[in-house]
């Protein structure tokens, strides 16, 4: 059964600084989601990584994905207050016709001036 | 292009009633999922519908079911509603028949389930 696992879980930050947030998952997937979720909100589609090696980047924010060590990054760089967010990676288990989506836990985002 | 709509926004039961939740998936896209989201934490797959049928399913109990209509809309209905069953519901869309983007899934707004 496919597993997903973010870490870290909760993240407290000042603006300015770069951090890495890291998503695991334990059986092979040939793509990684990445969502923001605001509080009450619904998801907000930021990256879809599509294959070994993919770097997709959008203003402060990059992402990439390793499939032979099942492990995705989501580097925030020079952070700034609207960035805080919960973010989730999600993947989908290699079955064919599936589109499920197996969700990690989600990492709180918390940016301080 | 209207995205993913879903409704009712809120909504507020008593244990043991019934709901009815309905999606409309983003145009173009033929497959709708369902999620269960409780208070911090991931979203949980409920089940997915194509071509007016459940594809796959969730580690859901059978008061969790759903449908699917001819223009691709769904309906989630839960029965004899319990507390744990207060959530965050969202309802994904996708399209299995495309070959140019058959990877999006984009989500709804969701709707907020309170059962007292």
């Known amino acids: 059964e496919l597993k997903v696992e973010q870490n870290p879980l909760f993240l407290s930050m000042q603006e300015g600084k770069n951090y890495t947030i890291y998503c695991n998952y334990s059986?092979?997937?040939?793509?990684l989601y990445w969502y923001r979720q605001d509080p009450g909100k619904s998801l907000e589609s930021l990256f879809v990584l599509l294959s070994n090696g993919a770097v997709k980047q959008e203003g402060r924010l990059m992402a990439s994905l390793d499939t032979k060590a099942r492990l995705s990054t989501l580097h925030i760089t020079a952070a700034v207050h609207d960035l805080s967010a919960t973010y989730f990676c999600?993947?989908?288990?290699?079955?064919?016709?599936?589109?499920?989506?197996?969700f990690g836990q989600g990492t709180r985002l918390t940016i301080n001036p | 292009d209207a995205g993913v709509t879903q409704s009712p926004t809120h909504l507020i039961k008593t244990r043991g009633q019934q709901v009815t939740l309905r999606c409309s998936p983003k145009s173009g896209h033929d497959t709708v999922s369902w999620y269960q989201q409780a208070l911090g934490q991931g979203p949980q797959f409920i089940f997915q519908y194509y071509e007016e049928e459940e594809r796959q399913r969730g580690n859901f109990p059978d008061r969790f079911s759903g449908h699917q209509f001819p223009n691709y809309s769904s309906e989630l209905n839960v029965n004899a509603l319990l507390l744990g069953d207060s959530a965050l519901y969202l309802c994904?869309?996708?399209?299995?028949?495309?070959?140019?983007?058959?990877?999006?899934?984009?989500f709804g707004p969701g709707t907020r389930l309170t059962v007292t």
């Open positions: 994904a869309s996708s399209s299995t028949g495309s070959t140019v983007r058959p990877y999006e899934q984009y």
């Open positions: 999600a993947v989908p288990p290699r079955t064919q016709g599936a589109q499920k989506l197996v």
């Open positions: 059986t092979t997937s040939d793509r």
